[in-house]
């Protein structure tokens, strides 16, 4: 805010028309605005930034899940063999290995799917949300 400013603005007081000149009025406004639409523009960046942390672990949990399901293929693989090769013993052991890897996978690609659904979509909601209700704030007060 300039400090030649006259009045304090946000203080309660209406001002009549005849109390400012347009020209300070229009430049007030156009200071306000500025501020407005800088400040929106940081609660924006705030909330991307968020979002996108989310969606980086997702995207790493989803990895990690695609990485424990690719070895429990190669654990069901493996475990084929040892069935054909020796009855019981071997295969069992390589079947609760692909079990277990099974798990790993699933628990992982859940937690994932969770960290990408808190972070969608992908726009700054709150951000959309107070610029309306801004426009709208704006609105009202040229009906004035």
């Given at each position: 805010?300039?400090?030649?400013?006259?009045?304090?603005?946000g203080?309660?007081?209406?001002?009549?028309?005849?109390?400012?000149?347009?020209?300070?009025?229009?430049?007030?406004?156009?200071?306000?605005?500025?501020?407005?639409?800088?400040?929106?523009?940081?609660?924006?960046?705030?909330?991307?930034?968020?979002?996108?942390?989310r969606?980086?672990?997702?995207?790493?949990?989803?990895?990690?899940?695609?990485?424990?399901?690719?070895?429990?293929?190669?654990?069901?693989?493996?475990?084929?063999?040892?069935?054909?090769?020796?009855?019981?013993?071997?295969?069992?052991?390589?079947?609760?290995?692909?079990?277990?890897?099974?798990?790993?996978?699933?628990?992982?690609?859940?937690?994932?799917?969770?960290?990408?659904?808190?972070?969608?979509?992908?726009?700054?909601?709150r951000?959309?949300?107070?610029?309306?209700?801004?426009?709208?704030?704006?609105?009202?007060?040229?009906?004035?």
């Amino acid at each position: 805010m300039s400090s030649q400013q006259p009045y304090p603005t946000g203080s309660g007081r209406s001002h009549s028309s005849g109390d400012e000149p347009v020209g300070e009025l229009v430049q007030r406004a156009s200071q306000q605005l500025t501020e407005l639409v800088r400040g929106e523009m940081r609660l924006a960046q705030a909330e991307m930034k968020e979002k996108g942390k989310r969606y980086g672990k997702g995207g790493g949990l989803f990895g990690g899940a695609g990485l424990f399901g690719f070895l429990a293929l190669e654990a069901l693989v493996a475990t084929a063999i040892a069935a054909l090769a020796v009855p019981l013993p071997v295969w069992a052991a390589a079947l609760i290995v692909t079990v277990v890897l099974g798990v790993i996978a699933a628990v992982l690609a859940i937690t994932g799917k969770k960290q990408v659904s808190q972070a969608a979509p992908p726009t700054p909601e709150r951000t959309i949300d107070s610029v309306k209700a801004d426009v709208a704030e704006i609105k009202e007060s040229a009906k004035r």
